[in-house]
């Protein structure tokens, strides 16, 4: 029984308590995850998570739990979940995810995502239980920084200003973007990325914005231009890139797995460092 655990809206606590339990909920997950109460408060405004819906778990003044729901129209999405590793395996996560599942029908939404990796079977499972069903798969990728450098190719990026690449947007993406690079995320990131275009033949042939993150260059957003296709726009601008940040890792998450952009970074020796599989959820 978790009789002496009750859940509470994730408003109700500060921004550094958010951290603190998300951090310990994530210290012996798959894929490094840490966060600074200043980065929580950016993923609020950024990814449009709605504090009064998400839920905390407490028991006395400790924090276990957290689940953060986010929406934009009738779509909604899980941006995180997690227990602390001695809290797991009462329930918990169970009851914070039921409470969102509340929160999304209370709202009116039709849909509910969230993604989780490959290897987390335990939450897999649970996510089936509650009625989430498998809709794609979603690569995240990575160039390493002591990798033999990319030929650097005639043509090179152009540094242009980021709100001269919308038009783009639409057109140059394939496949539906995932929830955290969708336009409404990457417009408000505007100010924080820098916007490179590529040029073949004088026409515009692909795009990218990119974060400079220190220890690593973030692809937040590629966009191929389909009259030059996937692979010789993608691996171009994929080649300028690196030559533009030299002895750098290069990174990009949750590409679907149907992307054509999976072609050049294979040909050029990226390597898949997770895959995820992304999960929905209707609601009627």
């Not at 905390?56 to 909604?76: F, M, P």
């Not at 009851?95 to 987390?120: D, P, S």
């Not at 100010?191 to 974060?211: F, H």
């Amino acid at each position: 029984m978790i009789t002496d655990i009750s859940l509470l809206p994730a408003h109700r606590i500060s921004a550094a308590e958010k951290a603190a339990v998300i951090n310990a909920a994530y210290a012996d997950y798959g894929v490094p995850f840490r966060v600074t109460p200043k980065q929580v408060q950016d993923m609020v405004r950024l990814y449009d998570v709605d504090l009064t819906r998400s839920q905390v778990a407490r028991v006395a003044n400790e924090t276990v739990g957290i689940a953060l729901l986010a929406h934009r129209g009738s779509r909604g999405w899980i941006s995180a979940v997690g227990v602390v590793p001695a809290w797991r395996h009462r329930g918990i996560g169970r009851w914070l995810l039921e409470g969102l599942l509340e929160g999304a029908y209370a709202l009116g939404l039709r849909r509910l995502t969230l993604e989780v990796i490959e290897a987390n079977q335990a939450a897999h499972r649970l996510y089936l239980s509650l009625g989430f069903r498998e809709a794609r798969e979603l690569l995240c990728w990575a160039f390493p920084a002591d990798a033999d450098p990319l030929p650097i190719p005639r043509e090179q990026l152009q540094t242009v200003s980021v709100d001269s690449l919308w038009s783009y947007y639409l057109p140059w993406h394939d496949q539906e973007p995932c929830w955290q690079r969708e336009e409404i995320t990457l417009r408000r990131m505007a100010g924080q990325v820098t916007g490179y275009l590529l040029k073949l033949a004088d026409e515009p042939a692909g795009y990218c914005l990119v974060s400079d993150r220190g220890e690593a260059v973030a692809l937040l957003d590629v966009g191929i231009n389909p009259q030059f296709g996937p692979v010789t726009a993608g691996r171009v601008l994929l080649q300028a890139l690196s030559a533009r940040y030299p002895g750098r890792a290069l990174t990009i998450t949750n590409v679907p797995a149907d992307a054509g952009l999976n072609h050049a970074l294979a040909a050029l020796h990226f390597l898949v460092t997770v895959r995820q599989r992304e999960m929905i959820r209707l609601l009627t």
